[in-house]
């Protein structure tokens, strides 16, 4: 049987107001210990946005730009694309090498964020458990 995203993403997500500063959205990252943080544009429509270490490094550090006065909706990337739990971890790594991102956020049926998967959680799910190719269906 293959491996799920559900079996490795990381879950609850970590969410945040589009008013959010940069500098708080940094602090809840290094707290968790996690490397993004998805944005919710309209909670009604179920849009979101994403910020990740990699946004804050090349629209923040390497622009010298100040953090505390910088909103995440200023930096974000979005609208976010998103995987289902049900994905093999293969079908996941396609999507994310196609797209060029390393976080895929998690959604169920109904649209409602259950969880985060990076390429960080492939890693240590490849190397946990080895690597088989799948077979083509």
């Not at 940094?26 to 998805?38: A, D, G, Q, W, Y």
Request: charged share 25%.
């Amino acid at each position: 049987m293959p491996n799920l995203v559900r079996d490795w993403m990381s879950s609850p997500v970590v969410v945040v107001d589009s008013d959010t500063t940069v500098s708080y959205a940094m602090t809840l990252m290094r707290r968790r210990n996690i490397h993004s943080v998805i944005v919710e544009l309209n909670e009604k429509n179920k849009e979101y946005g994403i910020v990740t270490t990699t946004d804050i490094r090349d629209k923040i550090v390497a622009v010298n730009r100040n953090a505390a006065e910088t909103h995440v909706r200023e930096i974000m990337s979005g609208p976010i694309i998103t995987g289902k739990a049900e994905w093999t971890l293969a079908e996941c790594s396609r999507l994310m090498q196609e797209k060029k991102f390393h976080h895929l956020p998690i959604t169920d049926e109904h649209g409602t964020l259950t969880g985060m998967i990076s390429a960080t959680d492939i890693f240590m799910a490849v190397e946990e458990i080895g690597w088989v190719e799948e077979k083509d269906k």
